[in-house]
């Protein structure tokens, strides 16, 4: 818990905190696991701010973290996913960046004409098709109301 409430105050994701501990790991069924050794996971807390963690924190973290049949390694991926659980998003800050993309003013004319050009012609479309229901329900009454005389009269009205 105190380490997402770190990783909200500065204001990083996990990723960009532990990702220059860890190492890219290639496995035989072709995945790829990013691995950080317990040094690197510690370091990584220490650089998070988190420096007094009791030699017990640390134990309980590697206690449930490690993985005994990679080495005792932490795989990112997975502490990524635990510290979603806490709100800690887990997008890269780069990933991020590369979506802030800020058109100019000109960029934002174009883009705007379109859009309202269509949102004007579906307008258009609707209020046709609007008509057109009601011009079929008016030929409906009309209809209805025909059959009604003739029944009751046993002639039709002009």
Sequence with gaps: MRIADLLHI???TVRAVFLRYS???NFKDGSILELMSPR???EGIKDLGF???TELEAACLMKVLA???LENAIILNEFVLIMENFGIPPIVEEDEAENDYAPT???????????EKKGEE????????DAEKKEE?????????KERDVTSDGEGKP
Excluded at 137 to 145: D, F, H, I, S
């Design 40 to 42: 690197g996971f510690l």
């Design 137 to 145: 329900e008016l030929n409906k009454t009309e209809k209805t109301v």
């Design 10 to 12: 500065i204001q990083k």
């Design 105 to 115: 003013d000109d960029e934002e004319e174009k883009d705007k004409e379109p859009v």
């Design 23 to 25: 190492q890219p790991e």
């Design 122 to 129: 579906d307008a258009e479309k609707e209020k046709q098709d």
């Design 51 to 53: 420096d007094d963690i």
């Design 67 to 69: 993985k005994p049949e």
